[in-house]
Structures are given as structure tokens and as C-alpha cells.
């Protein structure tokens, strides 16, 4: 007799990673989940359920979340069979990119109540129930800028280090509950979110930033971001793929990055423990040598440094690894 469906609650699902993963989890051949999509303004919903096609009604439905109020929490709870939930995906999130003289504090603590606190508050309301039936995994997705920090996005890494801190902690505790935790790490994903975003900040005047670091930002970090997304960027529906195997799992892991052609960045974080070498390195790169860079993030993107550089136990099996580096090398014919 086929076990029944989980009960799969995704928050952040009106666009992007929450809205394929959304559509991918509810139409899963063995029909072994049945999805509650969530989002904080439903009338967004529209793209979603053109998406989820004759999956809507039947294995996926569309509930309003706000992640940042506690009655929104336990109202769409609320409307959920039983109140039960075993699988709790923690999408939703917010960016925030710039000079740091440049960001109020209330933009900063809008990304914290979101990334961090939200997650948080999701969690609070389900735990007891998976506690109580001893089962459940929690996933998060976070990102690579939880594993290290980037030039301009202290606040957004800050947000996603507490996250994967908060946790790893947690997750020895719930594994006495039988309850997996994991944490997905995506690198760039390439969606119009991002595209928009950076148009918008490379046209702002941050107040109280010195002329000197806005010509870094504009002039050198903004042109290897746009490189980056460029080379290494994943489409949505690549990370929601990855994270079907992570939820379909029978041992899910702790930790999972998505995306093989970034690894050998954070492999230079887990090269030194002291974490000098990924500063430094960095800093050379954007600073000094930025052309290299731009070279480097191509090399990266068609193969020929990952067939060099393979960091271990950073969290991507090594079959994908070598699928991921298949084809082709860069040579002077190479074109970005």
C-alpha cells in the first residue's frame, strides 16, 4: 500500500525557486506530495497557477503566508489538513546590495525579519507537530553567502550566516525527533528579480558614500556581478531540481550546494581555516586584477579550471561534478 502524501508547505512562491519548485513537487509522477504554495501578496498568484496547470486543485493549492506576521502564520496553518505539515521549505527572502554607509538600518532589519526571523517563525509553528509525530524535515534555502561573505552584500550574507548557524544548530537536536534539517546553497540564479535589482542600484545615490567606494562598486564590483550571473548563473528550475532530490531523499543531507561550476569559489574559504586566503584572494581579484576575474568566472562557466579544481565534502556529489564540468576548455576562442 503507497504511503500518503506529504504535506509539503513552500513559502516565497509567487516567482523564482519557490514557484518551480511549487509546480515540480506537485507534479511528481508518484503523486507523493501534495503542495501548499505560499505567497505574501496572492495577487501574484496568477503565474503560478498557470504554471501549476491541471496540478492546482489537486495536488497543489495557493494560500497567503506573510512570513513577518505571526497571525498570517497561524492563519494559513490554520487551513491546512489537520494543521500538519512534513516538509517545511523556508524560500522566502529579500536582497539588499550597496555600500554599507548607504543602507538604513531599517532596510537592514527588513532583510533580517525576512531571511532570518521568518524563517524562524515558520519553524516555531510547525515543530511541535513533526515533535510530536517524531518525523519532518525542514529545508532551507540559503546560499553560498551563507558559506562566505561577499564584497557589498554584508547584510544579505549576514542574514543567510544566521541562518545556516541557527540551523546547524538546530538540527542536532531534531535528529533525537527524527526530524532532518537542510540547508540548500544556490550560487547566482539568474531571474529578472536580479536583473531589476541591479539596474536599480547601479542608478542609486547611496547617501553618506564616499566617491571613492562608490567607484568600486559601480565601476568594479557591479560589472563582475553582472560577469558572474552571466557565467555561473542557474535558472530557478535547476535549483528547485536539486531540491527535490534533497526533500525525496531518504538521508537528506545537512548541507547541499547547487551549482558545481562555483564550487572552486568556496573551496577557497575551505582551503584555509583562518579565511585569509578566500579575503585576500578576492580582494586581489576585484581590486587589482579584474579583467582576471572576468576571465576566471569564464573559465569557470565552460570547464577547464573544475577539471583542475574539484574541492571535497563541500556538499555536491562528485558525479555531478564531473557532468557538470563535461565539454569543452577556454582558449582564445572563448566568448562570454
Known amino acids: 500500500m503507497a504511503d500518503p502524501p506529504r504535506t509539503v508547505l513552500i513559502s516565497g512562491c509567487s516567482s523564482g525557486i ?35 496547470g491541471e496540478a492546482l486543485g489537486q495536488t497543489l493549492t495557493v494560500a497567503q503566508l506573510d512570513v513577518c506576521s505571526d497571525e498570517s502564520v ?29 543602507l538604513s538600518l531599517t532596510s537592514m532589519q527588513k532583510v533580517f525579519d525576512t531571511n532570518f526571523f521568518g524563517a524562524v517563525r515558520l519553524v516555531k509553528a510547525v515543530l511541535p507537530g513533526m515533535k510530536r509525530r517524531r518525523q519532518g524535515h525542514i529545508v532551507v534555502v540559503s546560499s553560498v553567502m551563507g558559506l562566505q561573505g ?23 537536536q531534531l535528529l533525537q525527533f527524527d526530524i532532518f534539517v537542510s540547508l540548500v546553497e544556490p550560487g547566482p540564479v539568474a531571474t529578472d528579480f536580479e536583473g531589476k535589482l541591479l539596474e536599480q542600484v547601479s542608478a542609486a545615490e547611496p547617501p553618506g558614500a564616499d566617491p571613492d567606494t562608490l567607484h568600486y562598486f559601480r565601476d568594479l564590483y557591479l560589472p563582475a556581478s553582472r560577469e558572474l550571473f552571466r557565467s555561473l548563473g542557474q535558472s530557478p528550475e535547476d535549483v528547485a531540481q536539486v531540491i527535490v532530490k534533497v526533500i525525496s531523499s531518504a538521508s537528506p543531507p545537512l548541507r547541499r550546494q547547487t551549482n558545481a561550476r562555483y564550487s572552486p569559489l568556496t573551496a577557497l574559504k575551505a582551503a584555509d581555516p583562518s579565511g585569509s586566503l578566500y579575503v585576500r584572494t578576492a580582494h586581489r581579484l576585484l581590486f587589482r586584477w579584474p579583467r582576471l576575474l572576468g576571465l576566471g568566472l569564464r573559465c569557470l562557466a565552460c570547464g577547464c579550471l573544475r577539471s583542475q579544481v574539484w574541492p571535497r565534502d563541500i556538499g555536491i556529489p562528485a558525479e555531478e561534478h564531473m557532468k557538470a564540468g563535461d565539454g569543452g576548455s577556454c582558449d582564445s576562442r572563448t566568448k562570454s
Do not use: H, W
Not at 557589498?152 to 538540527?171: I, M, Q, R, T
Open 150 to 172: 561577499v564584497v557589498f552584500n554584508d547584510v544579505y550574507a549576514a542574514s543567510k550566516f544566521a541562518l545556516e548557524g541557527f540551523f546547524e544548530s538546530l538540527a542536532v
Open 74 to 102: 497561524a492563519q494559513c496553518l490554520s487551513c491546512i489538513r489537520g494543521g500538519e505539515v512534513d516538509v517545511l521549505v523556508n524560500n522566502a527572502g529579500v536582497g539588499l546590495v550597496g555600500p554599507l554607509e548607504g
Open 18 to 52: 519557490g514557484l518551480q519548485l511549487a509546480v515540480q513537487l506537485a507534479r511528481d509522477p508518484r503523486q507523493r506530495y501534495q503542495v501548499v504554495a505560499t505567497m505574501r501578496d496572492l495577487g501574484k498568484k496568477g503565474t503560478l497557477e498557470e504554471a501549476a
